[in-house]
């Protein structure tokens, strides 16, 4: 009876973990593929980049895009692999309790003989496992793609981004289904979480251009998962313990509002 939730919510998501796994692997694939076209070129558009304004290169990424590792880091963890994990997990994550309570679907689940922490922390547990399967699958597509590109960055070096990205999507999706689970709004959930990830995103671009501002970017959740160059640096512990920290409170806390209010 306890595992039957846990169980229930992955059969329920394994369509949508299949969809996004094949989505990010595909856009993997054609990232990787450019790098032949793109080597031969790379030094000459690494010049150019240094001939922008400090600003746009932030925004660009801080890898070395002449080499194999820097055009990943850029083409792949500097803006779109993240966003896609953020909208991923803190999607899922308000729809795991509150978005099920708004569709009238949570009251079936509350009749059970089951405690509502029970409930709670095995679909959250179902949502960390969502999102880890898909970066898995990405890491495993991405290791794949760099052997057969010939492309001189190493399966350490990929896996270590990647667990950065799937803390990444592991501490704002538990800020989400924390939120969710604790006001029972799904728009409240996104909207907060989504605004958190932006700043994030944001204190770790451009806050190291401004001195006073630095410290933004040593405590934000972007800079934790990716730091300066994901694939030549890889996450490094204290941002590892920084973003589980942030996950396990935030379930927490869903797990306890949820266990006290009253659900619609």
């Known amino acids: ?154 399966a350490g070096e990929i896996a270590r981004a990647m667990l950065g990205l799937g803390l990444f999507g592991w501490f704002f999706g538990s800020l989400a289904f924390g939120i969710g689970a604790a006001t029972g709004r799904k728009i409240v959930a996104i909207a907060i979480a989504a605004a958190v990830a932006f700043a994030a995103y944001m204190a770790a671009t451009f806050a190291p251009l401004i001195p006073a501002l630095h410290w933004l970017a040593d405590v934000s959740p972007w800079s934790w998962a990716f730091g300066d160059d994901p694939i030549a640096d890889g996450i490094k512990a204290g941002g590892a313990l920084g973003l589980l920290a942030g996950t396990a409170l935030f379930i927490g806390l869903g797990i306890v509002g949820f266990d006290r209010r009253d659900v619609r």
């Open 1 to 154: 009876m306890l595992g039957s939730v846990l169980a229930k919510s992955l059969r329920d998501q394994r369509a949508a973990t299949g969809g996004w796994s094949l989505a990010i692997a595909i856009l993997i694939v054609a990232v990787i593929a450019l790098w032949p076209a793109f080597a031969s070129a790379m030094s000459e558009l690494a010049r150019f980049m240094t001939t922008l304004p400090e600003p746009i290169r932030a925004l660009m990424g801080s890898g070395d895009i002449s080499t194999a590792r820097g055009f990943l880091s850029v083409e792949l963890f500097a803006y779109i692999l993240p966003v896609l994990v953020a909208v991923l997990s803190i999607g899922k994550g308000a729809a795991t309790i509150a978005g099920e309570e708004e569709r009238g679907q949570l009251e079936l689940l509350l009749v059970r003989p089951l405690p509502r922490r029970s409930i709670a922390w095995q679909k959250a547990l179902a949502l960390l496992a969502v999102v880890t399967l898909v970066a898995t699958a990405g890491c495993v597509v991405a290791i794949v793609g760099v052997l057969v590109a010939d492309m001189d960055v190493a």
